[in-house]
């Protein structure tokens, strides 16, 4: 952990500078939008419940505004950016700092246990990122279900996704990636960040969403294949009954099977997928599994 005067690169007056004196051209391709709200990034230092033995690694450091934030309150960073016209700037911004480790990397393309292997000697892992909206959801999986696994992660991300990701049965947004994510870490939005925050601006607003592991996780799923087989077919098509998307699933000959299934867990025969909380998922892939499997097997 550093004690020294920081840049406050978040400024937006410094941000321009910095940008300017090294002629930055920004790449849609790569998503690149910097955060240049200094309350929102204060707000994603607060979310990341920061200690001075977390090892942190920071996907898509930009010029660094969060970067050296970080450097000031943990013991080692580790930053991943894929721009290779960054590395430069950031060797500037970042200089006064020892304890941070820029690797020009596609985070896709590399994994937190070899992003973290120098550093033996560290409290918690945690990730900090400001994802592109459109590779998104592959970047969380892979780190959630990496060989090393994240403690706690605060992603920056669409406002969409982050409802998505975090709505409970009932809710407009619940669906297959609620369910995916939820089953294995709890999810909540830190805070609804304006488009206005960024330069340059997106044409979305954006969330920071905390994802923490589970002390212990309230789900326990016996049959992961066959769990996660019935959520993304149950959700395929979201207005048709649960009854129905069962039926395309094993079969219309198995519609007696499914019907006894679904009043043998107390649930309305014409259920849709969306009403189901993630622990009847669990009783109804259990069913399912001695239903359709077991019974095949013998």
Known sequence: MVEIQPLDIADPIRTQAILRRYGFQFKKSLGQNFLTNKAVLNGILDAADLQPTDLVVEIGPGIGSLTEQLARRVKQVVAVEIDERLLPILADTLAPYNNIEVV??????????????????????????????????????????GEVQPDVLVLMMQKEVAQRITADSGNKHYGSLSIDVQTQMT?????????????????????????????????????????STIVKSSFQQRRKSLQNNLANLFGKDKREQITQIITELDLPAQVRAEQLPIQKFIDLSNACFTTFTSKRSK
């Open 187 to 227: 999810a909540e939005i830190a805070q609804i960040v304006p488009r206005t925050s960024f330069v340059p601006q997106p044409n979305v607003d954006s969330a920071v969403l905390v994802l923490q592991r589970y002390q212990h996780s309230p789900y326990q799923i016996d049959h992961p294949e066959m769990f």
């Open 104 to 145: 020009h990397q596609d985070i896709l393309k590399t994994s937190l246990a070899e992003l973290t292997a120098n550093y033996p000697d560290h409290g918690a892992i945690k990730v900090v990122a400001n994802l592109p909206y459109y590779i998104t959801t592959p970047i969380m999986f892979s780190l959630i279900n």
